[in-house]
T-cell receptor
Framework: DSGVTQTPKHLITATGQRVTLRCSPR?????VYWYQQSLDQGLQFLIQ???????AKGNILERFSAQQFPDLHSELNLSSLELGDSALYFC???????????????FGPGTRLTVT | AQSVTQLDSQVPVFEEAPVELRCNYS??????LFWYVQYPNQGLQLLLK??????LVKGINGFEAEFNKSQTSFHLRKPSVHISDTAEYFC?????????????FGEGTQLTVNP
């Protein structure tokens, strides 16, 4: 158990819909990362938040957005869903008080999104 | 930008045999290197990391990796594998940032250990 929790585990929805994925980082971790894992694109970085602020953006579609709340949990919002958005979405967090652990990311179990 | 290439998409081996999973990276700046393992229907678990210092790093479950700067490689090795090592293995890189840094992953190597 990494200490990172994600809900829900599975999500099945229709094209055009909007969903919200939730992530709670390890206690005390300020950085939260979102990744998408799909068969055709592999593991891709989407976005990073640090203490409530967006810090880095990767291959995130405009239809997708994220935020990190004062209690440090994060949500990834996916809208106007397409079949190609079906994937496993991972959240990860990292400790930021020690350089040796700054770059270790701990992953949650993921949310499997199926768009039909 | 950084990139990672895992040279083998699938590696089948017999139980108790040694294994090497190959990883090469490309970057214009210094990188930090990682190996993660993903068991079926689970998240990614950190096996080991290289930040600086000794180029031979040891991780969990008996795995080790060697950082070779001149060959831009970070190959993962285990002298004797078990059935339970069957999983997908990902090599990843990140760069120095004050608040942590995104991981750039390779395509993954499926290790299958046969009895």
């Amino acid at each position: 158990d990494s200490g990172v929790t994600q809900t829900p585990k599975h999500l099945i929805t229709a094209t055009g819909q909007r969903v919200t994925l939730r992530c709670s980082p390890r206690s005390g971790d300020l950085s939260v990362y979102w990744y998408q894992q799909s068969l055709d694109q592999g593991l891709q970085f989407l976005i990073q938040y640090y203490n409530g602020e967006e810090r880095a953006k990767g291959n995130i579609l405009e239809r997708f957005s994220a935020q990190q709340f004062p209690d440090l949990h994060s949500e990834l919002n996916l809208s106007s869903l397409e079949l190609g958005d079906s994937a496993l979405y991972f959240c990860a967090s990292s400790a930021t008080w020690d350089r040796d652990y700054l770059y270790e990311q701990y992953f949650g179990p993921g949310t499997r999104l199926t768009v039909t | 930008a950084q990139s990672v290439t895992q040279l083998d998409s699938q590696v089948p081996v017999f139980e108790e045999a040694p294994v090497e999973l190959r990883c090469n990276y490309s970057s214009s700046v210094s990188v930090y290197l990682f190996w993660y393992v993903q068991y079926p229907n689970q998240g990614l678990q950190l096996l080991l990391k290289y930040l600086s210092g000794s180029t031979l790093v040891k991780g969990i479950n008996g795995f080790e990796a060697e950082f070779n700067k001149s060959q831009t490689s970070f190959h993962l090795r285990k002298p004797s594998v078990h059935i339970s090592d069957t999983a997908e293995y990902f090599c990843a890189v990140s760069v120095e940032e004050t608040s942590g840094s995104r991981l750039t992953f390779g395509e993954g190597t499926q290790l299958t250990v046969n009895p």
